[in-house]
């Protein structure tokens, strides 16, 4: 009974699923082209943002072609590290993080399971030192800004080198869950995670408060649907 009970419930919540998950993604991507025009629209105001965060971007990926070996604990250390912030977040407990400049690594955590494809696809989607120097670029003067932003260009060249050489179908993170759906929720929380980021450099907006920015623009967006 249990077992035809979940099977009917299955097939009827697919199709609603399936919709919300079509309509989100289209939300998400009409939000980026947005902010994407509203940033080539105000060029000149935002080109020292732009030139401080591309190139603490190009700095990482040149000092990883140069000293790859010395680097490689850093990129193995950051995808482990990943694994066990969101599992702390989502409430785990956290018992180890091993890390070897070989490449290989294993975080052990025990707790609520039931979202454990947040805490197992985690390194290829959340950018955690990013999101981390973008809070403390709220709080900081603007003086230092070039500053803070030379190091969240150097934190998103690392996210970058790490998903390029670490993202694939021998990775056992990934080939836990459906192909598909592995990648389908990287994806989408890439953008998500690149229009929350470019939305808290807007005028009078952080990264605390561009949440609220883009819940309500994506609330707005599914909410005309059914209008």
Known sequence: MKRSTAIITLLVMLPFTVFFAVETWSALTDHFSQLAAWFANHKRAYYPWFMWVTAGAIIFPLMNKFWEKNIKFIKTSTHEHA?????????????????????????????????????????????????????????????????????????????????????????????????WFSYSYIAAILVFITCLLLTAFLPTVNIFTAFKVFALDLWQYLSAIFK
């Open 83 to 179: 694994h066990a912030i969101v599992a702390i977040l989502l409430l785990q407990r956290v018992h180890s993080i091993h890390a070897e400049d070989k490449g290989s690594g294993m975080v052990t955590t025990s707790g609520n399971l039931r979202l454990g494809y947040l805490v197992t696809l985690a390194p290829y989607c959340f950018p955690f030192y990013t999101i981390g120097f973008m809070m403390l670029r709220s709080i900081i003067i603007p003086t230092y800004y070039p500053i803070i932003d030379l190091v969240i260009g150097f934190t998103i060249g690392l996210h970058i080198v790490c998903f390029k050489e670490q993202t694939g179908n021998y990775q056992p993170d990934i080939q836990k869950f459906p192909l």
